[in-house]
């Protein structure tokens, strides 16, 4: 009795090829910034209806501060710290306390298992929230601005430095507020450290730096909002010492990095619990 292979019998079965029996190659990960402009799409239309008015009372807050205080100061270099304190005051707002808020509460309702589903990179759920409520800053930031140049008789020449402001003391108060956010172990908690923050912010941005004793002083230089103060104030001047704004920009820039990565590493860590 001869054999005779089933690849030449009719109806014979066909011998699967090797490689087809393999198992399916996985999708290929998410990168970054595909994934970062979805997250920051998203966000964006999410805050638009629900923090609007918010940003309404943040920007009618620091109006109303830089009225106060033109009964009070008495010179162009104090003017000059009330108005880029002020315009400052509205990313804090929402970079700080908002975002602490937001965070808190995703982790408290389960909302960081519907992002843990999802293929995309921790930094970029992140830094899109961040990025998505640091753009509602904007408007408030820009009319402050104006309204306060106004009120104190300061150039309006300066406005410009404010498109590397906000970006940055954004990015640094975003992360503090995040990362507050996602490592309070209630949404109460996190809603008391974003208004901490935010008291700090109008207290030691706000007020002129020459009337503070020196402590507070030393409290004020550790606030990363502080420098995007500075870097905005002393524009005002007939010439300016770009040197030190650059200098001033980029503390906030490198807190800014420091405190999105602590703010990353709080969302893995609260992702997986």
Not at 34 to 42: C, D, F, G, H, I
Not at 202 to 217: H, K, Q, S, Y
Request: aromatic residues 6%.
């Amino acid at each position: 009795m001869s054999v005779v292979p089933a690849e030449v019998l009719p109806g014979g079965g066909r011998v699967v090829p090797e490689p087809a029996r393999g198992t399916a190659g996985l999708a290929p990960a998410a990168r970054l910034w595909p994934s970062l402009a979805a997250v920051y799409r998203a966000q964006l239309s999410r805050a638009r209806v629900a923090r609007i008015p918010l940003l309404f009372v943040a920007t009618f807050q620091s109006v109303g501060i830089t009225v106060m205080m033109r009964g009070v100061v008495d010179s162009t270099g104090e003017a000059r710290s009330v108005v880029a304190g002020s315009s400052v005051l509205v990313v804090a707002y929402v970079a700080l306390n908002l975002l602490a808020q937001y965070f808190g509460q995703l982790r408290a309702s389960g909302g960081l298992d519907h992002y843990a589903t999802l293929p995309v990179p921790p930094a970029a759920v992140v830094l899109g929230a961040a990025a998505a409520y640091a753009s509602f800053t904007v408007p408030g930031t820009l009319v402050t601005a104006v309204f306060g140049c106004v009120l104190f008789g300061l150039p309006l020449g300066s406005l410009w430095i404010l498109l590397a402001v906000i970006p940055l003391a954004g990015a640094a108060l975003s992360g503090l507020g995040a990362a507050c956010g996602l490592l309070a172990p209630r949404p109460e908690l996190a809603t008391l450290l974003g208004q901490l923050g935010m008291s700090a912010a109008l207290l030691l941005g706000v007020l002129p730096a020459d009337r503070m004793p020196e402590i507070v002083r030393l409290a004020r230089d550790l606030l990363p909002s502080t420098y995007g103060v500075e870097a905005y104030a002393r524009t005002f001047g007939a010439h300016p010492d770009w040197a030190v704004v650059l200098v001033d920009l980029g503390v906030c820039a490198g807190v800014g990095v420091v405190s999105l990565a602590a703010a990353t590493w709080a969302y893995r860590r609260a992702a997986v619990r």
